[in-house]
């Protein structure tokens, strides 16, 4: 399966990260030493499910480096037409790809397993659009404090992922409606609206559970969706505030840090040890001389 990139943001003077980039990539933030798309592409490096990489809104010259071939494609300046040039791209590749990999560039802690498991989980089944969520507990339990935005269901208060799999038709089909829930996604309440009243209704008074919305969904679009639920909560963790900058910066410098040597206290130099060998040795007697005895009176 093919993994579009999107790392075209670049933050405006109104955006919590813009002390950060001043008009630089927020992709190309550091963190821990390198670049935070680098985190994501070493992860996808690392996957056994991910043929190719499309990354949309940087360029070469940006000298990131990745285990699979790596396709740059100019920033289309909107989130869906960003989407349909990657998917249109992985088709180009190999016309015959069914699926593509959706992933956003600040996703940095990401790992390779969690990568091969979403696709392995969504090739289960034969939907059009799977959508990752996380269970408030799983966030909080491995992020505490990272303030992220939940959407409170019957059953569960989840946040949404920012790595998902697509078919690639839905860049084809729907597009308006895409388009108002991309421009919508950091607001479930808005999302609920564009899929009517009812629905925000269901989703306001806490009525409907994880599937109900889902099926909801689905049958207002037209598409068969399927909600995927995180067992991790690296997937779901995204920057866009300076505290999980800085919490990112933090948890992956301590990744990074190389297993702590065995005190050099406690290791002896061969000629040390032979030396402390030697002292512990019993006396040889010398040769051609015996020990006196005693003679009897």
Sequence with gaps: MDAVVTAGGIPLPHDPLYTYTRGESKAMLDIAGKPMI?????ALGDAKNVDNIIIIGLSPKSNLKCRKPLYYLSNQGKMLDNLIVGVNKSLELNPKNKYVLLVSSDIPAIKGDMVDWLITTCMETSDDIYYGVCPREVMEARYPGSKRTYTKLKDMEVCGADINVSHVRMASEHLGMWETLIANRKNPVAQATVMGWDTLYLLVTRQATLQDFVKRVSQRVGIKGRAIVWPYAEPCMDVDKPNQLEMMRADLAKQSKPAPRKSQANKKPAAAKKSAAK????????????????KKK
């Design 38 to 42: 680098q985190w994501t592409l070493d």
């Design 279 to 294: 002292k512990k040795a019993p006396a040889r007697k010398p040769a051609g001389k015996s020990t006196p005895v005693a």
